[in-house]
């Protein structure tokens, strides 16, 4: 089966998209795919692996933005190959959009970019599947107009992801109501249960975050009836180069899955 057809198949178990914040090295997503890749295996979840090439939204000019473009992508495409598992990353530019797509499966809009018109259709132009983060400041009614901005040059595979909504400077909150109408415009929905734990804006300039929250976002997600679960995860997210304050322990994804599985089959 086509692996959009698979993401959108109501009977099949949600599926999990997973894996580092970024390229961090050439050894590290490799022990978490592999890792992953056993672990969804055993439970019967289409795995898509997540990693982006290089992190263009920082808060600091000394922050770690990646190992280069085209070494990033390489191990991408070689991850994908190696383990015959589709691949997400994403793109933060118009021109990025056919060069990212030799080397994934998903071309994922960060959240702050989703209203970018030239970044969506260059993206949706790929004919790859296009996974859009609803901005931190946008309603879940307003991703219907984001949508019809990839589906207006005739692709219609779309994925949208919550990742929560802004509360003050420095929070987040995760409107639940967001799933089911999302749903209505014929996408697939994604929770996003690292970032919708994110606390931005701190003064010392790294974000913050709740991640002994993760499983409660995430086992409401899936009574609401979420289609898929994004997260990222690393073996040890205290020396994660980014985003490691909201990140799930590797070892710990395990044990969350089998939970959600659970309220996934009890529906």
Known sequence: MELYSKLKDKSNNFFLMAGPCVIENEEMPFEICEQLKQICDRLGINLIFKASYRKANRSKIDSFSGIGDEKALNILGQIRKKYQLPVVTDIHSAHEAAIAAEYVDILQIPAFLCRQTDLLLAAAQTNKIVNIKKGQFLSAQSMKHVADKVKSVGNNKILLTDR????????????????????????????????????????????????????????????????????????????????????????????????????????
């Open 164 to 267: 929560g909504t802004m509360f003050g400077y420095q929070d987040l909150i995760v409107d639940y109501r967001s799933i089911p109408i999302m749903q209505s415009f014929d996408c697939p929905v994604v929770m996003d249960i690292t970032h919708s734990l994110q606390q931005p804006n701190q003064s010392e300039g790294v974000s913050g975050g709740l991640p002994q929250m993760i499983e409660t976002i995430a086992k409401a997600a899936i009574a609401v009836g979420v289609d898929g679960i994004f997260m990222e995860t690393h073996p040890n997210p205290a020396q994660a180069l980014s985003d490691g304050k909201n990140m799930l322990v590797l070892d710990k994804v395990e044990a969350l899955l089998e939970k959600l599985i659970r309220i996934r089959q009890a529906l």
